[in-house]
């Protein structure tokens, strides 16, 4: 009797045999699960929304900086060049 084989029948596993729950494959990572979690969906989606809003809600403050110097920032580095141009064109 190996190490892999049941306990309680001494048979040995069929290495064919998949888990019920085993992830499908979308692309080369395939689904970035946890190894061994189910796939599931949450049943109140609502709530779980509500939840995680309640939860994140003392860090608004930081989350609505992040965003709004994320937004800046991307502005900054698409039309900064265009207005250096302009500037460095009229000769100021």
Do not use: C, N, W
Not at 54 to 62: C, E, G, I, K, V
């Amino acid at each position: 009797m190996s190490v892999d084989a049941d306990p309680r029948t001494g048979a040995e596993p069929d290495p064919d045999d998949k888990p019920a729950y085993a992830p499908q494959t979308g692309g080369p990572m395939g689904r970035m699960v946890a190894p061994g979690m189910p796939l599931e969906r949450s049943k109140d989606f609502r709530g779980t929304l509500r939840r995680l809003g309640s939860r994140l809600t003392p860090d608004l403050p930081r989350i609505v900086a992040v965003v709004v110097l994320t937004i800046s920032g991307v502005l900054l580095s698409a039309f900064g060049p265009r207005i250096l141009g302009e500037r460095h064109a009229r000769g100021k």
